[in-house]
T-cell receptor, first 112, second 114 residues
């Protein structure tokens, strides 16, 4: 089955700097890659996603890139702000079920 | 409803007791998923329902865990003879269907087994 590895497990940056989180997946049939943000004590919320037919997608300060050949995808956050501090999860779909397999999460701390 | 609703929000139970956790998905969403999140950990897939198809139970950790979805809407996750290692947040998510749209998660049920 699908396996998703996420790095780093923790990331600390200064406000205004960029943050990059990377994930690799094992199932070459995976075709959907969302990213979720989970603030402390709250539910995970979808922040951006990408499908396998595109290589990059942007939404304001966040972007996701996908390299299908290498089976990895990354989240990029520019001009980080303290409110970006949270746990971020990547995920990959398993076949056509919509079932998502999640990475272990990255705790991002943005220092003011 | 407007979102995915889970109940109870918190549950404390004694080791060995059975518990039932409820999930009410967004109206019209045909796909429903259960995940488990242990403290400081990632999201572990448990079970998936899609319409009237047989559920994908491949993530259930033991035969003490079961789930059903009645009428294609509300789902109940049952844990029998609870153990301390079952303590976690149980998250439910729903999706319009299985075609890889982003999930909407509920707020979860925090289960503590003492």
């Amino acid at each position: 089955g699908e396996n998703v590895e996420q790095h780093p497990s923790t990331l600390s940056v200064q406000e205004g700097d960029s943050a990059v989180i990377k994930c690799t997946y094992s199932d070459s049939a995976s075709n959907y890659f969302p990213w979720y943000k989970q603030e402390l004590g709250k539910r995970p919320q979808l922040i951006i996603d990408i499908r396998s037919n595109v290589g990059e997608k942007k939404d304001q300060r966040i972007a996701v890139t996908l390299n299908k050949t290498a089976k990895h995808f990354s989240l990029h956050i520019t001009e980080t702000q303290p409110e970006d501090s949270a746990v971020y999860f990547c995920a990959a779909s398993s076949g056509n079920t919509g079932k998502l397999i999640f990475g272990q999460g990255t705790t991002l701390q943005v220092k003011p | 409803g407007a979102g995915v609703s889970q109940s109870p929000s918190n549950k404390v139970t004694e080791k060995g007791k059975d518990v039932e956790l409820r999930c009410d998905p967004i109206s019209g969403h045909t796909a429903l998923y259960w995940y488990r999140q242990s403290l400081g950990q990632g999201l572990e897939f448990l079970i998936y329902f899609q319409g009237n198809s047989a559920p994908d139970k491949s993530g259930l950790p033991s035969d003490r865990f079961s789930a059903e979805r009645t009428g294609g809407s509300v789902s109940t996750l049952t844990i029998q003879r609870t153990q301390q290692e079952d303590s976690a947040v149980y998250l439910c998510a729903s999706n319009r269907d299985s075609r890889n749209y982003g999930y909407t998660f509920g707020s979860g049920t925090r289960l503590t087994v003492v």
